[in-house]
């Protein structure tokens, strides 16, 4: 290195044949007369760069790879990008698609308690007693309920309708 | 060529499968009401089919054609947005 020969007067940030006092050496040749002033070529900035002892700083051994433009032989391969993990199915879609499947079939269930029990049950001169309400309640109760769960699926199939987007 | 969006298409089979099940299931169900003399009563089974078609030929019929209209919105809003 040039650095040496001259006993180290030159500053070791910078290449040395760009500073004042530099003399080239016989197996050296002048940089490109195309490079603008202050330039470095890049296949001398390897030899241009100062050694680490110089500097102090040893981070600068790996991340000088990564400066490069041109990768050398040497680098290992760049592994490929990761894939980006696949989006997580929204919490409260699937909570919906429960409570659709809990309506509809509790839905039947309450129809099939409550036509058992409207078979088994004689209200002739009973008058009104709690098991007419519940039955009632439970006969108002079925088509809403199946209705309205086989609406949430449709409805959670809508939404994935219109959020679809093609692959590119 | 445009890609389908294969929601559409499973939406589709939906109404379609439940608005002719819903039929299907009132008409199986009418022929019961007129029992002729000979006829014997019908079993478990037949009791079962009975009280889920009770259960769900209305839902049924509700949710499918409500299907078929909210994919006639979709399409024509999918249709008026390729045209701006």
Redesign the interface.
């Known amino acids: 290195m040039a650095d040496s020969a001259t006993g180290g007067r030159f500053d070791p940030r910078f290449d040395p044949r760009f500073q004042p006092g530099y003399t080239p050496g016989p197996k050296e040749s002048t940089p490109d007369a195309a490079a603008p002033p202050g330039s470095v070529p890049q296949h001398r900035e390897a030899e241009a760069a100062p050694p680490d002892e110089v500097r102090g700083d040893a981070s600068a051994v790996e991340t000088a790879p990564e400066q490069r433009d041109t990768p050398l032989e040497s680098d290992p391969p760049e592994p490929n990008p990761p894939e980006p993990d696949p989006p997580e199915p929204n919490p409260l879609e699937r909570t919906l698609l429960v409570a659709g499947a809990v309506l509809v079939f509790g839905?039947?269930a309450i129809?099939?308690w409550a036509?058992s029990v409207n078979y088994q049950y004689n209200s002739f001169g009973n008058g009104l007693s709690w098991q007419q309400l519940l039955l009632a309640a439970a006969w108002s109760l079925?088509?809403p309920m199946?209705?309205v769960?086989?609406?949430i699926g449709?409805g959670v199939?809508?939404r994935?309708?219109?959020a679809?987007k093609?692959?590119e | 060529m445009?890609?389908r969006?294969?929601?559409?298409g499973?939406?589709w089979f939906?109404?379609v499968v439940?608005v002719l099940g819903a039929f299907a299931a009132q008409v199986w169900q009418a022929s019961f009401w007129y029992p002729s003399a000979t006829d014997v009563s019908p079993g478990p089974v037949v009791r079962f089919l009975q009280?889920?078609a009770?259960?769900?030929v209305?839902?049924?019929l509700?949710?499918g054609f409500?299907?078929i209209g909210?994919l006639l919105f979709?399409h024509a809003r999918n249709r008026a947005r390729r045209k701006s």
Not at chain 2, 5 to 8: F, G, L, S, V
């Open positions: 839905g039947i129809a099939f036509n079925t088509a199946v209705t769960g086989l609406a449709v199939m809508f994935r309708a219109i679809w093609p692959p | 445009r890609k969006n294969p929601w559409i499973a939406l939906c109404a439940l009280q889920i009770d259960a769900l209305s839902p049924a509700y949710v409500g299907t909210g979709l």
